[in-house]
């Protein structure tokens, strides 16, 4: 399988690990000339949020919209930018996983990327309930960028 398209998708938590999501991305994709899809995927209760936060008129909010001028999107659309990736940005609503999943299904993705950290003192909970679904359901090779250990 090429590796023509990067599902790189983003949560509520992804902002403090932004450069390390987007530098895994654009080590995979550059070298491969890669497109990346940047997605957002939010739940009702985010999304609601996120449009009240934004200022967005809430009963014609796009997600595509709304993703785009959310801070972990135009971080990583920066640092994009800065390393001549191709991307495109994409809101998803609905949950986390299985919205991740559908897409990287729709855009026929060669790789999805997604970030967690270690859950459990002990180690024993190393990936988080998405990014556990992803790796297990996604119709491509998933690579996992874990952040900083919760306290």
Known sequence: MTLQTILLAVGPEDNDRA???????VEVGKPAGAEVVLA?????????????????DGDMADPDEVAKRHQTIRTMAGLFDEADIDYSIRGEVGEHAE??????????????????R????TGKAVFGSTAQAVMLDAPCPVTFVRGEDAE
Do not use: N, Y
Request: aromatic share 6%; proline share 2%; no cysteine.
């Open 118 to 121: 270690k859950r459990s003192p």
């Open 99 to 116: 919205e991740i999943i559908d897409l990287a299904t729709k855009v026929e993705a060669g790789r999805v990327v997604v970030g967690g």
């Open 40 to 56: 957002h995927v939010f739940t009702d209760s985010e999304f609601q949020q996120t449009v009240e936060r934004l200022d967005f």
């Open 19 to 25: 450069e390390e999501l987007a530098e895994a991305v």
